[in-house]
């Protein structure tokens, strides 16, 4: 359980911040990055959950849920050692993304196949949607980039790649299963 008694801290004044398992690193540093991405990720979906109602709203609702894991697995380095921590740390499993996966499968089943690429827009839901997807795309990138230096759990960044499918799927749910999608007209102002 996490308690905050106390919100600053002044311990990151000098441009350096803890990790999960207690090393001090610099905040510009690519796994701090990587997971301050995710962090951004989640105000995203937290914005996209204004606009979402039903189903759409508590599927956000555990995508919210599965990005502050995924910032616990980033911030937590050194996968070798997990058997020897305090805790059992927390790590971000292949069912997050059989879920997902499975998730966009159910969604996608109804929505006629794309003759276009799909313009960020349409509905509000739809368009916050897209700003989710491209944030979320970021992320990915982050945590790639972070995977050719150090250790990163492998499923955390395929959770990354198919959270970004998912947000693609949904946006165009939230355009009448793809009717009110803005579709891509190549070359229209030319």
């Known amino acids: 359980m996490v ?24 905040k510009h540093s690519m796994r ?32 919210q849920n599965d ?11 050194d996968m070798a050692r997990d058997a020897e921590a305090e805790y059992t740390p927390l790590r971000v499993s292949d069912g997050q993304v059989a879920r997902l996966e499975s998730e966009i499968d159910r969604m996608n089943k109804d929505i006629e196949p794309l003759r276009s690429f799909v313009l960020p827009g349409g509905s509000r839901l739809a368009a916050a949607l897209h700003l989710c997807r491209t944030v979320s795309r970021r992320a990915e990138r982050m945590a790639v980039e972070l995977a050719t230096m150090e250790e990163v759990n492998p499923a ?24 009110a999608d803005v579709l891509w007209q190549p070359g229209a102002n030319l």
């Open 67 to 77: 990005l502050f894991d995924l910032g616990a697995d980033l911030c937590r380095p």
């Open 3 to 26: 308690v905050l008694n106390k919100i600053y801290t002044k311990t990151g004044d000098a441009g350096e911040t803890a990790l999960g398992n207690g090393a001090r690193v610099a």
């Open 156 to 179: 955390a960044v395929r959770y990354l790649n198919r959270l970004s499918d998912w947000f693609f799927v949904a946006s165009r749910v939230a355009n009448d299963n793809g009717r």
């Open 32 to 63: 701090v990055t990587a997971y301050g991405t995710v962090d951004e990720t989640n105000a995203t979906v937290g914005l996209a959950r204004l606009e979402a109602t039903d189903d759409m709203h508590e599927a956000l609702g555990r995508i």
